[in-house]
């Protein structure tokens, strides 16, 4: 019999309808293709395999043999009191000889591996009376004698194969079962064609793929198995990184950018002359790339990666700018209100040495939910015209009825909280069309596109980001502008609860000195049925009895935006001390003379939220702390624990991020359906980092010199076989 991978599995010997059924139902496996896709999760190795009477006491070995029986007993360990579970199992090997396995409280063995089991044990072989023992081996399950497996032929096929494939299993589908059917099918499998070009696997050294399937499921030896995996993730992630390229020359065909090419002595000259500092190297790279993105017809796509206080305001400004020195609009989109108004505010201040909002000025205008009905009328009416230049909003930039009447630069801040969908409308807001002459050459009218930079704070580590954002070009703001003091993390628990007065008494003291401390809480109201702090008690408790000498406000996201505005107001304007919040300032907010950075119940929150919280101080130049009560109202996870403790070791974003990969995995850190994230099956995106930048890189000049991929057919239908739903299905990749 000759099978081929799209044949089902029930083609099989020994596959009927009911396990047909089990496989498809509970691991997707319907065809000979996916269950070779369903890759070892791991391989253990089984070591050498020996007999009896080559084993000697005290050594490592891996015996093989078929289960007897089981007998279980009680114990008393000795001096102290406690019991123990004994069970033991008899076993024979194909020589006759038989040895003890022994298990100390795991009872459940004796069902796991009922008589008749064939499996192999690896331990230390010990005396024990006049037996041979093997105390807690380690136990592959190899099969059972029922199906017709020896010890005698399950022991000659590990002399051969010490590398146990270990299979992602469920109920009723143990990993030596899916073994089992993975063995057969390759045994009658015709040799699987490559896809890809044998001039790429010797440019980067890969078996070919029919090596690497028997490789990854049978691998002879650990090198062969490296090999093949290496090969599989390479596919993997080739396969994903074609399709985002691909998708990209296709959205990019039926568009047309608008020339934004930077103005020699124009507006963005006069800006960077008027800021009160000089821009730092990373801030001078990020608009030398954004001007060339600029300059081209094709509609900028920049992902603009920088640390919290890398100074994005003033890259998102200039590349506004760029559009403004062109005659057309810019319009900055944040995810809050309070960071709308705050960016307003910033934008206002930054842009005043221009002139703005005067006769020959720069019109820049707010527009957020809270807007009356009037105001938001005189908006939209001069959006359209063209009169305002800026404009900073909100997801209210979005609603039907805002319309541009030139839309040149479109910069989104704090991207993670905002969609695909959301971006793609900002997009089409613009009522200017390319004129049908215009360089697409084909005579047809298409719609102009802005240019579009993308700002995140999230420092995702290079791998996720080229994963996630494939079609996204990426500038990293490395540096931090100088003067920067670092920041001092600290970490208290209750059982250091004198601290907190001390700590008290040093708010105090800086309030005094005109510095202002921010105590941000899990929750707004107080709740039954989850302990910790309420932003509404704690902003209560801290101003009438610890600091009824200070002023104390508050702010969280259910109140009326003009009390945010007031409280928030005050804080800056130094007349409030303290500001009690919720996570509300967790995105951007910029004051200066806020030096300390309290978080209650800290334990709640992730890696990422603690790092963008403590990103608010340490932005003046002066001295800045930040402390993080944990474990006060609740129990302390070890996982958590290990959060807090990577968020004290270092004020390093990036490090932080991939420290938040290692302890929470890619899937959960962006949420698999949020992130729109690929199921990888066999690449890490931590440990592949290296491969996920050969294949993009790879990915990009194969669409750029074959853009449909006519010329690369193998290729265009394995991307399109991944990814089934053809390439709509990397609609979902743009991450919300
Ligand atoms: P983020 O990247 O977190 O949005 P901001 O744009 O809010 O950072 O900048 C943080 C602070 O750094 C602001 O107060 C800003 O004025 C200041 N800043 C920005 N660029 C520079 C620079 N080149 N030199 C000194 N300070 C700068
Ligand atoms: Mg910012």
Redesign the pocket.
Known sequence: MSLRLDDRVTELPGVGPKLGARLADALGIRTIGDLLHHYPRRHQDAGEVLDLSQVAEDEPATLIGEILDWSTRRTRTRGKGRQLDIAEARVRQASGAIFHATFFNQRWRANQLPPGTVAAFSGTVKRFRSSLQLRSPEVQRLGQVSAGLDAASAAERLRHQRLLAVYPAVDGLPSFKLAELVEAALESLSPLEDWLPASLLDRFDLVDLDTAVRGIHLPPDPVTRDAARHRLVFDELFALQLGLQWRRVRLEADTLGVDNRPVEGGRTDAFLDALP????GA?LRAFEGIGEDLARLRPMHRLLQ?D???????VAVWTMLNAVDRGRQAALMVPTEVLAEQHHRTLTELLAPLGVNVLDGIRVELLTSSATTAQRRRILGELLSGQVDVVVGTHALLEEGVRFADLGVVVIDEQHRFGVSQRVQLKEKSVADASPAGPGGDGEARATLPDVLVMT?TPIPRSLALTLYGDLDVTVLEEL??GREPITTQLITPAEAHRRDALYRFIREEAGQGRGTYVVCPFVEPSDTLPGTSAIEEHQRLAREVFPDLEVELVHGRMPSDAKDAAMGRFRAGEAHVLVATTVIEV?V?M?HATIMVIEDAERFGISQLHQLR?RVG?GGGRSFCVLFAGWNAELGDDAAERLAAVADSTDGFLLAEADLHIRGAGQLFGQKQSGLPDLRIADLLRDLEVVGTTRDLARDVVAADPDLSEHARLRTEVLARYDGGLDAFAALETG
């Open positions: 500092f000089p821009p730092t801030q920088g919290v206080g890398s100074g994005k305001t003033v704070a502008p100088p951007g910029d200066p990103g932005r």
